[in-house]
């Protein structure tokens, strides 16, 4: 079921070649680039291959900000898609915009069946409102895992991937002691550090329940145990035992650990793919994110994106949309998209059937269900559900920078995320002022 990267851009030629011109089209707007994004692209090829009434017009935005930038302002001059791949942070903005057909409602208007049942209530949560109904459809769905180079473990003397933070920090001391260059490979990431982290460990990124309770939210990241967590990482890089591996510092962390020059990084758990088909010269294996001790482990949640149906096209438009994404939800075209990406089964019947079929007791996607386990290591609660903030973007933005301020020694990790949510507070208090009397649904 795999296919050739590299022919992607033929196959959309001959396909637009080819297209019927009765056939109703509608515009796809995504945000996933390289090898995802060609995958994408694919997946519009097969939906128009597989029918002769509808035809998906697939456009890649370079980026999901630029997916939901371009289409805000394609809003403005009435040129948007039918359909948008967006990412978790612009969940709460896309929600409150009005500018949306719930796809729940959309497959009900158009008679287009999906189980919505079926979907796992960690990824279903964060698309969904407080009555269980979906604003979009979950799709390429991920969460975080670490990569480890298990030659460099062995050397170290390191016979299991620790589950802890402080069997990690263990661990990197013990690589570093073998004469290795580099032990972890540390990129800052607001999704896997302080979302992810604080999911984790059952701590909050916000008041009112992350967000999920009211517009009235500010955030809580600077008091919890996140700040003892970023500190531990500026003491692991000042004492040789991390290295800051940024494409801006010129080698991206995920490099350094292909190449064999560090012994871990952190990532979704949709690299997967991508580190295999890299082929590094180690034997190398991923388990899930730590947690400390002492700390009971809760459930990561969803990363990624989903696919939000956008107001103001024809019945006709409506209908070829559900159709795509009732023929996304099949276990065919999932089963395609996790073989040809990292991503995760995003319902149980498919979950099911992978596990049956042996599909992850075999190379290359051996314990890739580990980030499945990650996601449903306990049902989620009121603090690990996900994160419902607006002006996301920004505030990650606004985490990212200060963390480098302090990971620089420009100022201290406690003062930088001090800075960092005093800053995304007032992001977060203009959101609620353009919303004013609004509420999540």
Known sequence: MTFKLATTAMVLLATAQIAQADKIKFEYWYGLTGDLGAVVAETCNRFNAAQADYEAVCVGQDGY?????????????????????????????????????????????TGVTVDWADYFPGIANYYSSSKGEFFSMPWNSSTPVYYFNKDMFAKAGITEAPLTWEGMEAALVKVKESGAACGLAYAPSSWIDMEQFSMAHNVPVASNNNG?????????????????????????????????????????????????????????????????????????????????????RHNTVVGGASLWVLSGKTPEEYKAAATYLAFLATKEEQQFLLENTGYIPVTKSTYDALLAEGFYAKEPFINRDLAMKSLTFTEPGPLTRGIRLGGMIQVRSEWTSEVEAALAGQKPMKEALDTAVSRGNEILARFAQTYAGKSFP
């Open 65 to 109: 900000e630029k997916a939901v930038q371009n289409t805000i302002a394609a809003f403005r001059a009435g040129k948007h898609p039918t359909l948008l791949q967006s990412f978790d942070a612009g969940t709460a903005d896309l929600m409150l915009s009005g500018e949306f057909y719930p796809v729940t409602q959309l497959m009900a208007d």
């Open 212 to 296: 999920y309770d009211g517009l009235d939210t500010e955030l809580l990241y600077n008091t919890t145990l996140h700040v003892k967590h970023m500190e531990n990482i500026k003491r692991w890089i000042d004492g040789g035992f991390a290295t800051i591996r940024t494409q801006a510092a010129g080698k991206t962390a995920r490099d350094s650990f292909v190449e064999g020059e560090c012994a871990v990084f952190f990532s979704s758990i949709a690299d997967h793919n991508t580190v295999h088909k890299l082929k590094p010269a180690f034997a190398w294996d991923v388990q899930m994110i730590p947690t400390y001790e002492g700390v009971e």
